[in-house]
């Protein structure tokens, strides 16, 4: 578990250590900042679950997120709380949208997913074009002029597909069949 210990300003920590309900025993507590704390840590064998309710600021719901997302099992499952929050909504969107998970269900502003046995994506090098969240052309970016925003509309696929044309590539498909 990983914690601010907010003993001083708060019990939220220690109040869960003291529950009854908490077998203590198989917990261990990572106190301190998770900007801090998850970075440096090593995680000895693949998580079948993980919850991510801590700091709420962007970016640090994502930067948790990072963090996690590599080491879940296939058929873990991952929690995002508080999705009603603009940010974290982004990240629920990213989520549901990508081949690693399965939105399984959202509670109130709970989300649940399953871990799919898609392959990890790499936490070292980009791929943004493979990833789901990125081909999608709706709801338009922000931020574009009225020209960019246009042609941020048109599907990566058609665009690949239209480069292709362009250099004068025929897909196999269309090309005429040898006799
Ligand atoms: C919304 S509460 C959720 C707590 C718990 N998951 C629950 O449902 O009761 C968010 C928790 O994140 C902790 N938190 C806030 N900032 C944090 C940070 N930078 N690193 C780790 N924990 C943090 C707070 O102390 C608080 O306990």
Avoid: C
């Amino acid at each position: 578990m990983f914690a601010l210990d907010d003993t001083g300003s708060g019990d939220s920590l220690a109040s869960v250590l003291a529950s009854p309900l908490l077998r203590r025993e198989t917990v261990e507590v990572v106190a301190g900042p998770t900007q801090r704390t998850l970075p440096g840590h090593g995680f000895t064998g693949p998580l079948d679950f993980a919850l991510i309710d801590g700091p709420h600021g962007f970016p640090f719901a994502h930067l948790e997120y990072y963090y996690l997302y590599q080491h879940l099992a296939p058929d873990a499952v991952l929690v995002l709380d508080d999705v009603h929050i603009r940010n974290v909504n982004d990240l629920f969107r990213f989520v549901r949208a990508d081949a690693m998970f399965e939105l399984l269900e959202v509670v109130h502003t709970t989300a649940f997913f399953r871990r799919t046995d898609a392959p990890t994506f790499s936490a070292v090098q980009d791929g943004w074009w493979e990833q789901r969240y990125n081909l999608r052309v709706w709801p338009p970016l922000a931020g574009l002029s009225p020209g960019g925003t246009l042609r941020a509309m048109v599907p990566l696929r058609v665009k690949e597909r239209l480069r292709a044309w362009r250099r004068g590539y025929v897909p196999i498909e269309s090309r005429p069949r040898d006799r």
